[in-house]
């Protein structure tokens, strides 16, 4: 991507390939989403016709008041 490019190969040199270690970090973070994820959509876990959902089954998301910041 950046051939020929001084300046970035002494800050990999100095700080490492950040954008290679996020895009592993992404790809990691996808995989333990797609394992986490599968067994909601396995048979048993969606609710059936007559079935009611468990109460608090499923994501709930739940805003938080932002907090004064310490000075």
Same mark, same amino acid.
């Given at each position: 991507?950046?051939? *020929?490019? !001084?300046?970035?190969? @002494?800050?990999? =040199? /100095? &700080?490492? *390939?950040? !954008?290679?270690?996020? @895009?592993?970090? =992404? /790809? &990691?973070?996808?995989?333990?989403?797609?394992?986490?994820?599968?067994?909601?959509?396995?048979?048993?876990?969606?609710?059936?016709?007559?079935?009611?959902?468990?109460?608090?089954?499923?994501?709930?998301?739940?805003?938080?008041?932002?907090?004064?910041?310490?000075?």
């Amino acid at each position: 991507m950046f051939q *020929d490019s !001084p300046i970035y190969d @002494r800050l990999v =040199a /100095e &700080r490492g *390939d950040v !954008p290679e270690q996020v @895009r592993r970090d =992404a /790809e &990691r973070v996808s995989r333990e989403l797609e394992v986490v994820m599968r067994p909601l959509h396995a048979p048993g876990h969606l609710p059936g016709p007559g079935r009611q959902p468990s109460p608090g089954a499923g994501w709930q998301r739940t805003a938080l008041l932002p907090r004064p910041r310490p000075h």
